[in-house]
């Protein structure tokens, strides 16, 4: 039985960003810029504290200037768009991003919508978004830019390929559906409401998985040496009581069909953090003039 060959997304990860702190070195040498990024985290959500953490040991070891801004869960919606307006006129911070999901009474799109467009590193400002589909240039969401790099590990042309993304989020569903459609494939959106997913996810040469639902997707939903980018974490529960974590393509059997696939954990998941410091150092170089560094 042939097995699909397994991207190794921490392989992947680890070399951008090693790229990164190269380019980030050879900034503070010849032009003494450090680029740097600024995390809003707003409350005490332990999974958010988690990934703030994550983020600033990142840009460290990369070279990256790292401020990490927290304000309590009652804080006014107001009082936190003047907070990033400071953030925005700072010349240290290169990079802003706030924390999600925020507290119910402050509005994410009014907050999102309050960064400075050139250091929306999340990609998520309606600016960005818009120069995503297009096709300008502008800051592109982490997670799908770490998938479509992943897909290229696989593929050396992507043009002509017929690309299926299940899920329409705003976060990773769309974008991805934008990025695939600018490198030429033919993109087939899915979500909720899709009627025959299973038959359409069949012809997908390229099969984004972003919907949240552990395991969904299996084997005989899969083209035969199709590469299947799953995006999904989930806990599962395990019978001890324990959970572990799983994507949303049910793995083993998938394997047995798929040319190509990432696994859960250890495909997509290091590559966000990666586009994350690779976003910052973009947006440094832009915002003084300098050529996009080649990451």
């Not at 589909?133 to 590990?153: D, E, H, M, N």
């Not at 696939?261 to 440094?284: D, E, F, K, S, Y």
């Amino acid at each position: 039985m042939v097995e699909a060959k397994v991207i190794d997304g921490k392989t992947v990860a680890a070399g951008l960003r090693s790229r990164v702190a190269d380019v980030a070195a050879q900034l503070r040498s010849e032009m003494n810029v450090t680029a740097g990024l600024a995390t809003v985290l707003v409350g005490n959500d332990p999974a958010s504290r988690v990934y703030v953490r994550a983020k600033a040991g990142a840009c460290s070891a990369a070279g990256l200037g790292s401020f990490e801004i927290r304000f309590p869960a009652d804080i006014s919606e107001a009082t936190l768009v003047t907070e990033i307006e400071k953030l925005n006129a700072d010349d240290r911070v290169d990079g802003v991003l706030v924390q999600l999901p925020l507290p119910p009474h402050i509005d994410s799109y009014r907050i999102i919508g309050a960064i400075d467009p050139a250091k929306d590193v999340d990609g998520f400002h309606p600016i960005n978004v818009g120069r995503l589909w297009s096709g300008a240039s502008g800051l592109v969401p982490c997670t799908p830019q770490g998938c479509l790099i992943l897909l290229r590990t696989v593929h050396d042309d992507l043009s002509g390929a017929g690309a299926v993304v299940l899920g329409r989020s705003n976060l990773v569903g769309k974008p991805m559906a934008a990025l695939l459609l600018a490198a030429d494939c033919t993109v087939t959106l899915l979500h909720s409401k899709s009627r025959d997913m299973a038959a359409m996810c069949r012809r997908a040469d390229i099969l984004v998985a972003a919907v949240g639902r552990p395991k969904m997707v299996k084997a005989d939903w899969i083209k035969p040496g199709a590469t299947v980018i799953d995006v999904g974490i989930s806990p599962l529960p395990l019978p001890d009581g324990g959970s572990r974590v799983v994507g949303d393509v049910d793995f083993a059997s998938v394997c047995t069909v798929a040319g190509a696939i990432t696994p859960v954990p250890g495909g997509v998941g290091p590559m966000t953090i990666a586009c994350l410091l690779r976003n910052t150092l973009i947006a440094a170089c832009r915002r003084r003039g300098i050529p996009d560094p080649l990451l």
